[in-house]
């Protein structure tokens, strides 16, 4: 079947700082990825996809490039700030069923 | 643009009574769904609905009914309220052509579910 997994949290940086947040799926077919961002009390928001194989999607200095020999889509920053503190979702599409990691909390202290 | 409306955003039930948490999108998507949020736990589907008159299980629809009548508007229904379905509810919808999704979820503002 299909799934989602993602590193779990919390993880807590400091400003500037360089993130990782990894995530693995396992697909059937060829599914599109995305990464969500939820920030507290609200709902969440597409923060990047990327829909073949070697495709880098990015958005607000995140980058993350869809890698299917590793299955993998891990979301990265070169520098992070406090504006980022949020929940981060890796996700896949298949077909038209969506599927969802657990989420990482990413706290940035100044 | 409205995008994905969720009413309301805070509710305190008590066990046993029942509620609509509602939900329409403007953006004339056919395809909706409902998720819960429970802590550290990630979304967990309800319902979906493909379209107008057509709805779905989906992991979790124990103790929730939907209803489609209109392509805007998916409302959720609890009977019986229990402790277990507090949680953040979330309606989502797609957009999708010749009933294949093409795009990403649009995501309501979710409701927060308080049963006591």
């Known amino acids: 079947g299909n799934s989602v997994t993602q590193m779990e949290g919390p993880v807590t940086l400091s400003e500037e700082a360089f993130l990782t947040i990894n995530c693995t799926y396992t697909?059937?077919?060829?599914?599109?990825l995305f990464w969500y961002v939820q920030y507290p009390g609200e709902g969440l928001q597409l923060l990047l996809k990327?829909?073949?194989?070697?495709d880098k999607g990015s958005n607000k200095g995140f980058e993350a490039t869809y890698r299917k020999e590793t299955t993998s889509f891990h979301l990265e920053k070169g520098s992070v700030q406090v504006s980022d503190s949020a929940v981060y979702f890796c996700a896949l599409r298949e077909g038209n069923q969506f599927y969802f990691g657990t989420g990482t909390s990413l706290t940035v202290i100044p | 643009n409205a995008g994905v409306t969720q009413t309301p955003k805070f509710r305190i039930l008590k066990i046993g009574q029942s509620m609509t948490l509602q939900c329409t999108q403007d953006?004339?998507?056919?395809?909706m769904y409902w998720y819960r949020q429970d802590p550290g736990m990630g979304l967990k589907l309800i319902y979906y609905s493909v379209g107008a008159g057509i709805t779905d299980k989906g992991e979790v629809p124990n103790g929730y009914n939907v209803s489609r009548s209109t392509t805007e508007d998916f409302p959720l229904r609890l009977e019986l309220a229990a402790p277990s379905q507090t949680s953040v509810y979330f309606c989502?919808?797609?957009?999708?052509?010749?009933?294949?999704?093409?795009?990403?979820?649009?995501f309501g503002e979710g409701s927060r579910l308080t049963v006591l």
């Open positions: 953006m004339n998507h056919n395809y």
């Open positions: 697909a059937t077919g060829y599914p599109s």
């Open positions: 989502a919808s797609s957009y999708s052509s010749n009933r294949k999704i093409t795009g990403e979820l649009f």
């Open positions: 990327a829909t073949k194989a070697d």
